[in-house]
């Protein structure tokens, strides 16, 4: 069975999807959009499933037929899945260009064709343009399906052109089951925590081990601040670690710092928090909210900087990262101590 199938949370909307198909009322184009990890993919790709199912009797695909096989192979000729090519940061023109033959032939099996793009938020411009044109005059039996974490990202064009359909966070019950049949019920909602509610993000977090990693991570900012790391060697530790991984570990930090202290508890969603998590919560303070917006932005202008082509020094980077960090509370610490 195809991994993350028939995920408990999607099942809704794949009947809605499945109701329009038996009424002849799909629309000729939908955009899935929501946070990674909650099941986008998995969801567009159990409708697949069913559309191209022959036998059409049942509520989900009978996994036999012709049309379930060559599926399941990967090899159906209606499909056609475009992403990132092997080491390419878009998706390419090119790509959008090879697909034209596919949309304006008629489909080989039953009365419908599926363009899967995602994520789509990596079309680039030029990609996004040419795509434009299948979108506005889509040739008949071709449903095209866009997938993006980020629709903010994609032309207005291309948003005004789809349907949209909005993927939520499950909820916690539900997510916490699903991990809980492969996971410890501890490590489960650990990782749910980490991921930031994404049940399918938590479970990539587990079988790639890195809980130990944001514990690590965490654990570093603690040390700042408790005077038992310096800068220089806590931006010496985080070099060794992929850009993406740390600031995703850094950005979750700060965002359930932020939430757990607006709520004045000292637990996420019922849920205990970890003890190095609980004591940098304890260490910022209700009163330094607008501390933690500021650290977050911050964090915000290092992604950027390293995702430009400028090619920064990225060691003084994390290293001014760091000082930001003590900046933002030690000045805090000082007006406490002033004031006591």
């Known amino acids: 069975m195809r991994k993350n199938a028939y995920l408990p949370w999607n099942q809704p909307l794949i009947q809605q999807l499945s109701t329009l198909l038996a009424e002849e009322k799909l629309g000729h184009a939908y955009l899935f959009q929501g946070a990674l990890g909650l099941g986008k993919y998995s969801a567009l790709m159990d ?18 037929c012709q049309g379930c096989r060559l599926f399941q192979a990967g090899t159906h ?7 990132r090519e092997e080491g390419a940061t878009q998706i390419k023109i090119e790509q959008i260009r090879d697909s034209q033959s596919f949309i304006g032939n008629t489909p080989m099996f039953g009365k419908h064709k599926i363009l899967l793009i995602e994520p789509a938020e990596h079309l680039n411009i030029n990609a996004a343009n040419a795509l434009l044109k299948n979108l506005e005059e889509p040739a008949k039996g071709t449903l095209i399906f866009l997938i993006c974490h980020q629709p903010g ?3 207005p064009t291309i948003r005004s052109r789809c349907q949209a359909i909005k993927f939520s966070q499950p909820k916690q019950d539900d997510s916490l089951a699903y991990l809980r049949q492969s996971l410890p019920a501890e490590q489960a909602e650990q990782a749910l ?7 399918l993000k938590a479970r990539q977090l587990v079988e790639e081990g890195r809980l ?17 790391m310096s800068v220089s060697e806590v931006a010496a530790s985080w070099i060794e670690i992929d850009n993406e991984n740390l600031l995703e570990c850094l950005l979750t930090t700060v965002d359930t710092m932020t939430r757990v202290l607006q709520a004045q508890s000292t637990d996420w969603n019922g849920q205990p928090l970890p003890e190095t998590l609980k004591s940098l919560i304890h260490s910022a303070g ?52 002033v004031s006591g």
Do not use: M
């Open 153 to 155: 990202t994609l032309l």
């Open 47 to 64: 409708f697949a499933e069913l559309l191209f199912c022959q036998d059409g009797s049942s509520e989900k695909a009978c996994g036999s």
């Open 193 to 199: 925590l980490l991921s930031r509610g994404a049940p």
């Open 77 to 83: 000729p209606d499909f056609l899945h475009l992403t």
């Open 212 to 228: 130990q990693e944001f514990g690590e991570i965490q654990q570093s900012l603690l040390d700042l601040l408790q005077e038992d």
């Open 286 to 337: 209700t009163q330094r909210l607008f501390h933690l917006h500021e650290f977050y932005l911050s964090l915000l202008d290092l992604r950027a900087k390293l995702r430009s082509r400028s090619n920064p020094n990225r060691l003084l980077l994390l290293e001014s990262l760091c000082l930001h960090w003590l900046e933002q509370f030690s000045r805090q610490n000082n007006r406490e101590v």
